[in-house]
Each structure stands twice: as structure tokens, then as C-alpha cells.
């Protein structure tokens, strides 16, 4: 990753080869990693859990750097537990 840009509605992420991943806030929130938000499986793989969609009006407070490998975003509804990598945010971007 390069650089991160945050707009009102959008997030722009610069990787180093020069290409941009660009993903909608709502895509963002609803693609949160986190247990709470997508679930998580049992030894058996049964999955629990997991919120089905949140509020498209959410958007980006604040974001972390986790690592050398991804990002942590803090929501204007409160929720910050996921870790997003930075291979998810690029499958996200369009």
C-alpha cells in the first residue's frame, strides 16, 4: 500500500504499482471481517453468528495501520474490530 485517501462516501487505496482500489463506504462496512460482524466457524465449521447487513449512511471516523499488513477502521456507529487486510481491501476494490 502506497497511500489512503478518504472522501465522504468512498475509500481510495493507492497500492505501490501504481493501481487503486476503490470501495463505498457501505461495501466497506458490510464486508467487516470482525467475528461479530461475518460470524465464526467451530472446529466442525458450523458458522455462528454474523450481522446480515448495517446502515449504508455509516462512514469512516478515523483509520489505524495494523501491522504491515492491514488496516483498522473506526465507524461513526461505534464499531472498530476488524482487521482489514490489505489483500481483502484490494478483492474489494473495483
Known sequence: MKSIKIFSDILVVVWVDGSESIVSFADLRNSCPCAF???????????????????????????????HYGLQFFWSDGHKDGIYTFELLRSLGS
Not at 51 to 66: F, W
Open 37 to 67: 460482524c461475518s460470524g465464526e466457524k467451530d472446529v466442525l465449521g458450523n458458522k455462528y453468528g454474523g450481522v446480515s447487513k448495517v446502515d449504508d449512511s455509516v462512514s469512516v471516523v478515523q483509520y489505524e495501520k495494523v501491522g
